[in-house]
């Protein structure tokens, strides 16, 4: 490891000089054409000099790789936010799409587990037509048409109401605070409204039929019963 070698480098360095301080009694100084004991005290300590710069500079790599490890785990757990939250969502609208509609739902179930019962419904909103609109004007005219829908309906969602688009031609609608059929039925038929109002889209005037499923809980008490 790096704190292993640079012990090593550490005892290796003091174990030279040391060496470089321990003189023999009988040891003979050199000549003039050789190195004198300054001399070579001096080279000493310059190795141990060299050793401690050499440690220094793996410690600073250390902290960078452990910088740069840091980071990409980092660049790594946003790349994985990001995937999962695009798993989630529509692209074409932004909204939830089923998958992230579920979820939200299930949480919302989860919460209020073992609390007072919910008064909350939820609305599927068909668009019968969307698919002819596409077949007849391309994909990028169904596309802008869905959009336009898709703001009519969020101008409309009260605080805790939440949107999706479940399909290709349905949105998916939950809202809670409604305690009686006929706020629900009423609640559903304002949304549908919106959606049956025709639309200019490139040029062109589009309209289509609207149907509506609606589940209410506690009589459907499950995700997939609501759903």
Same mark, same amino acid.
């Not at 960078?64 to 946003?78: F, I, T, V, W």
């Given at each position: 490891?790096?704190? #292993?070698?640079?012990? !090593?480098? @550490?005892?290796?360095?003091?174990?030279?000089?040391?060496?470089?301080? &321990?003189?023999?009694?009988?040891?003979?100084?050199?000549?003039?054409?050789?190195?004198?004991?300054?001399?070579?005290?001096?080279? +000493? +300590?310059?190795?141990?000099?060299?050793?401690?710069?050499?440690?220094?500079?793996? +410690?600073?790599?250390?902290?960078?790789? =452990? *910088?740069?490890?840091?980071?990409?785990? #980092?660049?790594?757990? =946003?790349?994985?936010?990001?995937? =999962?939250?695009?798993?989630?969502?529509?692209?074409? +609208?932004?909204?939830?799409?089923?998958?992230? @509609?579920?979820?939200?739902?299930?949480?919302?179930?989860? &919460?209020?587990?073992?609390?007072?019962?919910? /008064?909350? #419904?939820? #609305?599927?909103?068909?668009?019968?037509?969307?698919? /002819?609109?596409?077949?007849?004007?391309?994909?990028?005219?169904?596309?802008? @048409?869905?959009?336009?829908? &898709?703001?009519?309906?969020?101008?409309?969602? *009260?605080?805790?109401?939440?949107?999706? *688009?479940?399909?290709?031609?349905? @949105?998916?609608?939950?809202?809670?605070?409604? !305690?009686?059929?006929?706020?629900? !039925?009423?609640?559903?038929?304002?949304?549908?409204?919106?959606?049956?109002?025709?639309?200019?889209?490139?040029?062109?005037?589009? /309209?289509?039929? &609207?149907?509506?499923?609606?589940?209410?809980?506690?009589?459907?008490?499950?995700?997939? =019963?609501?759903?």
């Amino acid at each position: 490891s790096i704190s #292993a070698l640079v012990s !090593t480098l @550490f005892v290796l360095g003091s174990m030279i000089q040391m060496r470089a301080l &321990t003189i023999a009694h009988d040891a003979v100084p050199l000549n003039l054409n050789g190195l004198s004991d300054n001399a070579i005290y001096t080279v +000493t +300590t310059g190795i141990v000099v060299l050793l401690l710069v050499m440690a220094h500079l793996v +410690t600073l790599y250390d902290e960078n790789a =452990q *910088r740069k490890e840091a980071a990409l785990l #980092a660049s790594l757990a =946003q790349a994985q936010s990001a995937l =999962q939250d695009a798993a989630q969502h529509d692209p074409v +609208t932004g909204l939830r799409n089923r998958l992230g @509609f579920e979820r939200a739902l299930g949480e919302l179930l989860k &919460t209020d587990e073992g609390k007072t019962p919910l /008064s909350l #419904a939820v #609305a599927r909103l068909s668009l019968e037509g969307h698919k /002819s609109i596409v077949e007849s004007y391309g994909a990028n005219v169904g596309d802008h @048409f869905v959009r336009v829908l &898709t703001g009519r309906l969020l101008a409309q969602m *009260r605080p805790d109401d939440v949107l999706a *688009r479940g399909e290709s031609d349905e @949105f998916l609608v939950y809202g809670c605070g409604m !305690t009686d059929e006929h706020q629900v !039925t009423q609640w559903a038929r304002r949304l549908a409204n919106l959606l049956h109002e025709p639309c200019v889209v490139e040029e062109l005037e589009l /309209s289509l039929v &609207t149907s509506i499923g609606i589940a209410r809980f506690p009589d459907s008490a499950s995700v997939d =019963q609501l759903l």
